[in-house]
């Protein structure tokens, strides 16, 4: 009856249709009785009201009839949820990582990838991890849907049952870019999964790194990339050391990136703004990374060398 | 709720309630010295609740209020306790 | 205040004065038992670390604190008492009494709070941020659950110095007192979270 | 009553002329009007914030504002709308209004307290919107302030957080002041039960708003906190745990959506039996219902978090408990249908806008039954469901119901008539603007369409445009009753003291009241809806 995009579509629609029913039956019920009350008693045909007494059985019958009514629908509605938090044991284990903005996969044998490959008919599950604020874990074809604390070890899992690319959405509010904060699914058949496996990267040995920490932490990486790549701003790649334009109180002038200038950049960015985008794209960090942080970060830069 | 002719409490009677009041402190000091494990912080908090219950009753004259207002009072404490219950619902299982 | 509204002024309604502070505690006790929520769950998370961080706090300042305050808890229910059988000057010395014990009690807060701050150990400081989270969590709470009652006995005593001047100036008599009643009442309601915070912060085993 | 000597509350002389006779004014007449004019503005402002956010939507991509405007624009929509129009709203200018002369009394208990209250919920409605104008920018955190992200954002949380809580404050001492009221300023004769229902609905409220506000206050103190301080509570860094402000959040904020809905239905209720002059059908039901939504409205919160992790346990509890506080509200429902069974119905705009309201009320509440059960929520939960589920039942429901109430009561204020046609007008234009304008948002919201996305995919588009051109006819026909009110107002013919034949005690005084209301004792009925 329902699609089979993954195992809990039959148990959330069945429950959602259930409900749905229920609701539209007693809306539509109540409404017409409402209206056909409001043309036949109505003034003109109907002048003098007629008082009526109380009866308690009509009350204690509309009080039963909704009551069991809500007790059914929270038994459906519960029945298709205890199975998303009844994972097999053989479910293949992804780590869902969420920051802002953009989320990453980790794979069995620290692969990693940005979007999300899955062989068709293996149960997957799916933990959480949050690097910064509270993130939302959805792919709305799917049926599933966890928020990705940080701090806390959220799980989700599945079995997709259908080929094809689904939408990932971050769910939870998390900041500036959460509209952009998608990923894509991607249901193959297993060997495929597996060759594409083999092929991913590991995961980047950055992550000890006290300074990449930080950044990554403050979401600098959504708008700074460090393979050279323009994204919202310049590339960190080479960046340290380097020589270009900036324009400063409407002057363009010529500087070379130090110390000092890195600090001014995070504290006050619109000060010096490098030539060719635009000033307030980004926002101070006065505050949000720590003066004692500073020469963490500044180490951090001095390792993106332009090979 | 009229009870124009307000009741008065007997100095007494407050020195008296005092009194119960700094044994149970010390009471609660010596329990707490022991590891009675979860069993401590239980018996610190109802030795609590008593001392509370002693001060509404008498300190705050609730004793001689109507039974409207103690019946309010006491559902606030129910709301408060059941609140906690439910959250840690959450707290507990997980 | 104004003369088209005198006539509320004619109709004095102490029940209804009375009834209106105790809904005010009502919310006060919300108020604490928001944090109350937090404690518990986060003492319930870390134990052990709620155990030792509670040692560093000295349980004789604790003492000295709950007996001052139930000291003045009983004080001032007398000076209920002494204005109803309307002996005035025992009233102000009740009342003056439990001011004295609110300014002693705040005092020893100022010492206790100073002595952590001298250590470096206030919200916010670089210690803090070193701590054990358990530990941190427990200062924090510590810090935040006395001082919003600290901040309670100050309004307290400013409520209890205006109790004093009316009985003085005679405006609170012995068939007029319910403003001395209420601001015993929220006197008594500090003195009520005090029971509480006590064995929850210091004696923790 | 003589009407010659008769000085409504309006021309009466006080201490204090000109503005000032308004905002010192004890009269709990003069301070619902304060209230009403103010809440008026914000929610124009709301409106336009709305209104903006719709215009950006109609296509994917920027269109007129930037991302960070975006989340700036329903953060502070959502806070006007919340704390600064729909929890006053009914209770501040209807429940001060009317919530004396129906139970018989002069005033509100405190009447200078009340007064304070109107100037807490300014000054915190200043700070809010004060937030608009800082450098570092409008919050940009929801009007839910969920931490992490609320802790860590470089924008104005502090302010807008403090705003909230002296608005919360504001709104706790109204509650005091009415259930003191309704305890002691009952006319002689009047018993709980011989009350009308809406003092009986704004009683059940008054209650929530003292109960609850304060763990909400307690919540933005701990963030402010947090955020000053770095106590750590929700911290996860330092141990915290950001589910917990969730909880504390919502023990609040859950209750508050029936502080919201309450004053709303006990409108409604005195407004079906005046224009079907018939008795109200079962008034212990509905008077005890306000009460049980009340109660058990308190242990339903974590409805609103089924997907941050909670243990399983808890998730089904609240699940159940969400499904029986639904309960009382179809018992409300039934007996409000009942009551037009065999009467004698006139179909005038203030029962227009009534009927409207159950309309909207249903689906909206029917919505909600989805949003309870675990297995459906986890498919919409933050999705436009959910937006469109409380608009439906916030602005469907208690907007509708305060359009109903102004044109029920209009007459009683003023002691002037508005035009019928134009209020009808107005009224169809809005059922017909609201619906285009939210139900598209419940289909989108089944295929995913995920809540506070400045940007979306193509597929949802044609339901947007739908929804803004529906903005746009309600906020022309939401105009068009101003207008239509403003001019009743102000040039309407004169009416009369009970215009819609009703048989409460404010139909028995004057239009508008004098300033003590009633000149002579009222006559307390033992039935207030006797239509013998
Ligand atoms: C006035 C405000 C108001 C009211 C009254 C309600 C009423 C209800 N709400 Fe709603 N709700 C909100 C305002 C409100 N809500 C807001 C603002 C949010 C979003 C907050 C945010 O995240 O920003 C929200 C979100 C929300 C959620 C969380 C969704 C999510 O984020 O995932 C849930 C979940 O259970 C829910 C459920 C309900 C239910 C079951 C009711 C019930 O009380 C409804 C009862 C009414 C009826 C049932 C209809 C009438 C009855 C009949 C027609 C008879 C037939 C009935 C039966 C057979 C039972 N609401
Ligand atoms: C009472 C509550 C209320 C009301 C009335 C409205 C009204 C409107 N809302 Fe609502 N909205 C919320 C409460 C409300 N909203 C909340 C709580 C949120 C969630 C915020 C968050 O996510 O944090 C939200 C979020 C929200 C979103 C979702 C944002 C997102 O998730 O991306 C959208 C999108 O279109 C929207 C649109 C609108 C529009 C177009 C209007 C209006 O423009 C509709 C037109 C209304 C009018 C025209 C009324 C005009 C009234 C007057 C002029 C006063 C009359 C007064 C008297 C006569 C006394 N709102
Ligand atoms: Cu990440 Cu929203
Ligand atoms: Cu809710």
Redo the contacts between chains.
């Keep these: 009856m329902f699609s089979n995009n993954s195992n809990f579509v039959q148990g959330v629609d069945t429950a959602f249709v259930l409900i749905l029913g229920i609701s539209i039956f007693f809306l539509i019920l109540l409404t017409t009785i409402m209206i056909v009350f409001v043309i036949k008693y109505n003034k003109k045909r109907h002048s003098k009201a007629v008082q009526i007494k109380d009866s308690s059985t009509l009350e204690i019958v509309w009080t039963t009839i909704p009551l069991i009514l809500v007790l059914v629908m929270f038994y459906f509605g519960w029945r298709g949820f205890l199975p998303m938090r009844q994972v097999p044991d053989d479910a293949m284990q992804v780590k869902a990582i969420g920051q802002m903005w953009k989320w990453t996969f980790v794979y069995p044998g620290n692969k990693q990838s940005d979007s999300l490959l899955l062989p068709i008919n293996k149960a997957v599950k799916m933990n959480l991890f949050s690097k910064d604020v509270i993130h939302g874990f959805s792919i709305p074809d799917f049926r599933v849907k966890e928020d990705v604390v940080p701090g806390k070890n959220n799980y989700t899992w599945f079995i997709p049952g259908k080929f094809g690319n689904y939408d990932l959405y971050c769910s939870a509010y998390c900041g500036l870019s959460h509209s952009y904060m998608l990923a894509l699914v991607r249901i193959v058949p297993e060997e495929e999964f597996n060759k594409w496996l083999a092929s991913l990267p590991l995961k980047k040995a950055d992550d000890n790194n006290e300074g990449f920490k930080i950044l990554d932490k403050n979401g600098c990486f959504s708008c700074h990339s460090m393979d050279g790549r323009k994204i919202v701003g310049p590339s960190f790649k080479g960046l340290y050391g380097s020589t270009h334009e900036v324009i400063t109180n409407g002057t363009t002038r010529k500087i070379t990136v130090d110390d000092l200038y890195l600090e001014t950049s995070v504290y006050d960015p619109d000060k010096d703004v490098v030539a060719g985008y635009p000033p307030g794209m980004m926002k101070s960090y006065k505050g949000l990374i720590k003066e004692k942080d500073m020469p963490k970060v500044i180490e951090y830069f001095k390792t993106l060398k332009a090979q | 709720?009229?009870n124009n002719g307000?009741h008065?409490?007997?100095?007494k009677v407050?020195?008296r309630?005092?009194f119960i009041?700094?044994l149970c402190?010390f009471i609660?000091?010596e329990i707490?010295?022991?590891?009675?494990a979860a069993f401590?912080v239980t018996a610190?908090?109802l030795?609590?609740g008593f001392?509370?219950y002693l001060?509404?009753s008498?300190?705050?004259?609730l004793k001689y209020e109507s039974l409207?207002?103690r019946i309010?009072?006491s559902m606030?404490?129910l709301?408060?306790f059941?609140?906690?219950l439910?959250?840690?619902?959450?707290?507990?299982?997980? | 205040m104004s003369e088209h509204n005198t006539h509320i002024d004619e109709h004095r309604d102490d029940e209804a004065s009375k009834l209106g502070m105790w809904l005010f505690i009502f919310t006060e006790l919300l108020l604490f038992g928001g944090l109350f929520l937090v404690y518990s769950i986060f003492r319930a998370q870390y134990p052990a670390n709620f155990h030792e961080s509670s040692l560093e706090l000295s349980v004789t300042i604790g003492v000295i604190n709950t007996v001052v305050l139930l000291f003045s808890s009983m004080t001032i229910a007398m000076s209920i008492t002494a204005i109803q059988k309307k002996n005035k000057k025992l009233t102000l010395a009740l009342i003056g009494v439990t001011i004295l014990m609110a300014f002693i009690f705040l005092v020893n807060k100022y010492f206790e709070w100073g002595h952590k701050f001298e250590h470096g150990l206030y919200p916010g400081s670089e210690l803090m941020q070193l701590l054990e989270r358990g530990h941190h969590l427990y200062f924090s709470l510590y810090f935040f659950m006395t001082g919003l009652h600290a901040l309670h006995i100050v309004i307290g005593m400013v409520l209890l110095v205006i109790a004093y001047v009316k009985v003085n100036k005679g405006s609170i008599k012995h068939d007029k007192f319910v403003f001395l009643e209420n601001g015993a009442l929220y006197w008594h309601l500090v003195d009520l979270i005090w029971i509480f915070l006590f064995p929850l912060l210091y004696l923790i085993s | 009553m003589n009407n010659n000597e008769h000085i409504s509350f309006l021309e009466h002389q006080g201490k204090y002329k000109g503005i000032f006779a308004w905002i010192f004014a004890t009269d709990h007449k003069r301070i619902a009007f304060l209230y009403m004019y103010a809440i008026a503005a914000f929610f124009l402002v709301g409106a336009i914030l709305g209104l903006l956010m719709r215009f950006e939507l109609i296509a994917p991509g920027e269109t007129i504002i930037k991302p960070q405007t975006y989340n700036g624009l329903f953060t502070v929509h959502g806070i006007i709308m919340i704390f600064m129009v729909v929890i006053p709203g009914l209770s501040a200018v209807f429940g001060n209004f009317f919530l004396p002369i129906l139970i018989g009394a002069k005033d509100v208990s405190f009447p200078k307290l009340n007064n304070f209250s109107w100037w807490l919920f300014m000054f915190g409605s200043a700070l809010a919107i004060a937030t608009q104008l800082l450098k570092s920018g409008s919050p940009d955190t929801g009007w839910t302030f969920y931490a992490p992200y609320s802790t860590t954002t470089g924008t104005s949380v502090i302010l807008a957080t403090t705003a909230a809580f002296i608005l919360g404050f504001s709104s706790i001492l109204t509650g005091l002041n009415f259930i003191v009221t309704v305890h002691r300023m009952r006319a002689p004769g009047m018993r709980f039960f011989n009350m009308p229902l809406f003092p009986w609905s704004i009683y059940a409220t008054a209650w929530i708003q003292l109960l609850a506000t304060p763990v909400v206050g307690i919540t933005l103190i701990m963030l402010i906190a947090e955020r000053l301080f770095g106590i750590g509570f929700f911290n996860p860094d330092l141990g915290g745990d950001p589910v917990l402000f969730q909880h504390l959040f919502w023990i609040y904020s859950h209750p508050a959506v029936y502080i919201m809905i309450l004053p709303a239905m006990g409108v409604i209720t005195e407004i079906i039996p005046t224009f079907c002059q018939k008795r109200v059908y079962g008034y212990k039901a509905i008077a005890l219902s306000s009460l049980a939504i009340a109660g058990v409205g308190f242990l339903v919160w974590g409805h609103h978090m089924y997907t941050s992790g909670m243990s399983e346990q808890a998730r089904w509890f609240f699940s159940l408990l969400t499904f029986i506080v639904a309960v009382p509200s179809a018992i409300k429902v039934f007996n409000w249908i009942t009551t037009m069974y065999k009467g004698s119905i006139d179909l005038k705009p203030p029962f227009i806008f009534a009927l409207a309201f159950i309309f909207l009320f249903m689906i909206g509440g029917l919505t909600g039954l989805i949003l309870g059960s675990v297995a459906t929520d986890i498919q919409v939960h933050d999705t436009s469901f959910i937006v469109a589920h409380f608009h439906y039942i916030i602005f469907g429901g208690m907007g509708f119901a305060f359009f109903a109430a102004i044109h029920y009561w209009l007459p009683k204020m003023y002691g002037k008539m508005y035009n019928f046609k134009i209020a009808n007008i107005s009224a169809v234009s809005l059922f017909i603007g609201f619906n285009l304008l939210y139900f598209p948002q419940f289909i989108i919201g089944i295929q995913g369409m995920p809540r506070r996305y400045f940007d979306y995919f193509p597929k949802f588009q044609w339901a947007q445009v739908i929804s803004t051109i529906g903005g746009v006819i309600l906020v022309s026909a939401v105009i068009l009753m101003i207008y239509n009110l403003i001019m009743g107002v102000r040039k309407g013919a004169k009416a009369s003291a009970n215009p819609w034949n009703g048989t409460t005690l404010e139909w028995q005084i004057p239009s508008p009241p004098s300033l003590e209301n009633f000149d002579s004792a009222p006559i307390v009925k033992e039935n207030p809806y006797d239509y013998n």
């Design positions: 709720m009229d307000s008065i409490t007997e100095y407050l020195i309630i005092l009041l700094l402190t609660t000091i707490t010295s022991f590891d009675l401590t610190a908090l030795i609590a001392k509370s001060v509404l008498y300190f705050m004259h409207l207002l309010l009072v606030v404490f709301l408060f059941v609140i906690v439910i959250t840690f619902i959450d707290y507990s299982f997980r």
